[in-house]
């Protein structure tokens, strides 16, 4: 069995973001970039890849749990007001295609699908998340690989990353992924990581020490001036591999008979792409 999840507040940013200098747009002046993308994506899944069950997922609209924590989390982050239409009419279209989707109140999707992953590998699934987010490496295992489909959503483009994957392309394992980006930081997160702590020099710590805990447990090793460094820095540093660290130690109501892959496309679907999205190319793949 194959499952397939997909980040659906991810997708919705992404091409509001590639098409906001030139928005894709039906007759009534809508934008539309977002639900085109989503449905780009879906329609090239389904035709090329091998699957019985897919879920797509969306941030809550709630505070969540790491902006308790650390309410400066994504404050560089620019909001748009003409977005939340974007993110309400995908998840719409989804519904519609009567795919599994879904948000959790206080849980950001990769939280989420994170659980969801390691359930279904437990479950007996093999789990593909497509993404192109480094932040999903560190859920990268044996039954858990990550699809990345290339700019042009299509097969011949795609990539699959599996842990050796991430291992040579990141210099650490995935699940040392949370470690790495501690200390090297998010500026799209607004996590600082360690000033002067490259990507390089970050995988280089961590395959010595094995994680941020046992760097922190060997300042003594190093010499003064980077003693200093994480000194200054080990509060911040902890707090970061909290926010970098998916939370999948949470309990939800998960039915693997509501993932299951839609079979048909319903006239209410076909009748939302072409009268409101007027998505005729995407029609064209479907019927």
Not at 22 to 43: E, Q, R, V, W
Not at 126 to 147: A, G, H, R
Request: aromatic letters at 12%; charged letters at 30%; hydrophobic letters at 35%.
């Amino acid at each position: 069995m194959n499952l397939y999840l997909l980040d659906g507040h991810a997708i919705v940013y992404s091409y509001y973001y590639a098409f906001k200098n030139n928005p894709l747009t039906n007759s009534k002046g809508d934008n539309t970039s977002s639900m085109f993308g989503m449905a780009k994506i879906l329609t090239t899944l389904f035709k090329h890849y091998e699957m019985s069950h897919i879920g797509v997922i969306f941030d809550s609209p709630y505070k969540t749990w790491r902006k308790e924590l650390y309410p400066e989390y994504k404050a560089t982050r620019k909001y748009v007001d003409d977005i939340r239409p974007l993110i309400e009419k995908t998840y719409m279209m989804c519904k519609t295609w009567d795919i599994y989707s879904e948000a959790f109140r206080g849980l950001e999707a990769d939280d989420i699908i994170g659980f969801i992953a390691k359930k279904a590998e437990a479950d007996g699934f093999k789990v593909f998340i497509v993404t192109k987010d480094k932040d999903y490496c560190q859920l990268v295992s044996d039954n858990i690989l990550l699809v990345d489909l290339g700019n042009k959503i299509g097969k011949e483009e795609s990539t699959i990353i599996d842990r050796k994957a991430v291992k040579e392309k990141h210099g650490v394992y995935p699940e040392q992924i949370p470690d790495y980006l501690a200390l090297i930081g998010d500026s799209s997160d607004n996590i600082s990581g360690v000033p002067s702590i490259g990507k390089k020099t970050a995988a280089e710590l961590i395959s010595k020490y094995g994680s941020v805990k046992g760097i922190l447990e060997n300042l003594k090793d190093m010499n003064d001036k980077k003693q200093k460094l994480f000194d200054d820095h080990s509060i911040t540093l902890k707090r970061d591999l909290i926010l970098t660290k998916f939370k999948t130690d949470i309990v939800l109501p998960i039915n693997w008979d509501e993932f299951q892959k839609p079979q048909n496309y319903n006239i209410k679907l076909l009748e939302l792409l072409e009268n409101e999205f007027e998505f005729y190319s995407i029609l064209k793949e479907l019927v």
